[in-house]
């Protein structure tokens, strides 16, 4: 069965500092990976997707992940943070025939302090 | 344009009573997911529409949850005999078709007494 882990449940930063938050994953068959973000009193918003093609994707707001095959992994990344990024982060699978179907992992909180 | 919406966005319940859940997704999608965001579990899939088709219902954690889809557009997800581990933020989102990224509404927390 799939499952996701995010292993850090918080993690603070000072602005400006590069951030990374850690996403693994299990499953057999090929996958279909995400990052959602949920910023305060907001729902979920679609940060990033890996479907297929190039391994690094990217957000529009200077975040990205790379999809690691053989570590079953899909790390977000920042290379300096902002205040406003202080949100939940939430990695997302998906896979095969029932690729509708997103089993989240627990969410990090990313605190960003001035 | 508008996103998906729902109502109410607060339910306060006492245990044994019945609720009802609101989903209004966007124009023109035609896929529809239920989700659960629970302290103790996370975000859980509970049950997907797409179409006229069947819908997928494994998600859905006992019988005393139920939902449907009138006319392809709005669906309601009900509650029977709430019991309090079902206190949670519940999610809907909706796509254009399943492959298609997940809009996801602001939620409707409930709290069961």
Redesign the interface.
Known sequence: AQSVTQLDSQVPVFEEAPVELRCNYSSSVSVYLFW?VQYPN?????LL?YLSGSTLVESINGFEAEFNKSQTSFHLRKPSVHISDTAEY?C?VSEGD??????????TRLLVRP | GAG?SQSPSNKVTEKGKDVELRCDPISGHT?L?W?RQSLGQ????LI?F?GNSAP?K??LPSDRFSAERTGGSVSTLTIQRTQQEDSAVY?C?S?LG??D???????TRLTVL
């Open positions: 959602y907001q729902g979920l918003q679609l997707k939430f997302a029932s690729s509708y179907k997103l089993i989240f992992g627990s969410g | 998906v896929a997911y989700y996370g975000l859980e899939f997907y797409q997928d494994s998600g999610l989102a796509s399943h492959w990224t997940q809009y996801f509404g602001p939620g």
